[in-house]
């Protein structure tokens, strides 16, 4: 099943089973019950789920890791962001101005979503607790991440529009292996990054197992598994988001997030 959920107007936020005919029917149970279907519905897509929390992982792609000139780490690196960094698939990125910052990156990224409590699950059971995947974008503010923030990677992580989402919920039966996926960013026809989950250092029943130790992880939880290689602070130019471009995040049998790119108005 695919899920999305929508912007209606009778009913306001719903959430839905994408059809083949690009037709959607609505999940009245929501996306943690039972899934089964009810009439159609129409409207905008929003992000397709409402995130209990966002739980990131970086420096997790073998050749971003050399790129950056980074030791693969012993163990996953965890930052998080906030749920109101959440953007809708055609939502604009929007480029701080009252935070001032010039250094705005796009970091393609599988997400995995939470379909159930899960507390110190094991890597050969963690996919069962997987709700589904989804596109994100783990947009980032280099200059607060790496200078402003105190040592600390959330400042230039959570501005609001810095994590797209979607467009859609690709559930397991659909989609029973995360890696092996193809991952790319394009901006203006250009591919800046182009690899494959395949590359991930910390594969996904890894990263849940680590991250639901002596922890409860809630459904709705939206784990960020990392970007691959190509990212802009990695370029000889730097290469930053500029106001006017398209940022479309595409993974094989998931689908493309699209998000223009705006200055905050201030």
């Known amino acids: 099943m695919r899920i999305v959920r929508v912007q209606t107007e009778d009913k306001g936020a719903c959430y839905g089973a994408l059809q083949n005919d690009g037709t959607i029917l609505e999940l009245p149970g929501g996306p943690f019950g039972n899934l089964a279907t009810g009439g159609p519905i129409k409207g905008d897509l929003l992000a397709p789920i409402v995130p209990a929390a966002i739980l990131c992982i970086g420096l997790n792609y073998r050749k971003h890791a050399e790129e950056t000139g980074s030791q693969l780490p012993e163990h996953p690196i965890l930052f998080m962001k906030t749920p109101s960094s959440v953007q809708n698939p055609g939502g604009p990125i929007v480029l701080p101005r009252h935070l001032k910052s010039d250094k705005v990156d796009y970091e393609a990224e599988l997400a995995v979503v939470i379909g159930k409590p899960c507390k110190n699950v094991s890597p050969e059971d963690a996919l069962d607790y997987v709700l589904g995947y989804t596109c994100a974008n783990d947009v980032s503010a280099r200059d607060w991440?790496?200078?402003?923030?105190?040592?600390?990677?959330?400042r230039g992580k959570t501005f609001d529009t810095f994590c797209p989402l979607g467009p859609c919920i690709v559930t397991p039966d659909?989609?029973?292996?995360?890696?092996?996926?193809?991952?790319?960013?394009?901006?203006?026809?250009?591919?800046?990054?182009?690899?494959?989950?395949?590359?991930?250092i910390f594969k996904v029943p890894e990263i849940i197992a680590f991250l639901s130790g002596s922890t409860t992880l809630l459904p709705g939880t939206v784990i960020l598994t990392g970007t691959p290689e190509g990212v802009g602070m990695a370029r000889q130019p730097y290469r930053w988001l500029q106001?006017?471009?398209?940022?479309?995040?595409?993974?094989?049998?998931?689908?493309?997030?699209?998000?223009?790119?705006?200055?905050?108005?201030?």
């Open 145 to 154: 991440q790496k200078h402003g923030g105190g040592g600390q990677w959330c």
């Open 174 to 200: 659909e989609l029973p292996d995360p890696h092996g996926l193809r991952i790319s960013t394009v901006i203006g026809g250009e591919v800046l990054q182009d690899s494959n989950t395949s590359d991930l």
């Open 243 to 266: 106001p006017g471009e398209t940022v479309e995040v595409t993974i094989e049998h998931i689908g493309t997030l699209s998000n223009p790119v705006h200055e905050e108005k201030i």
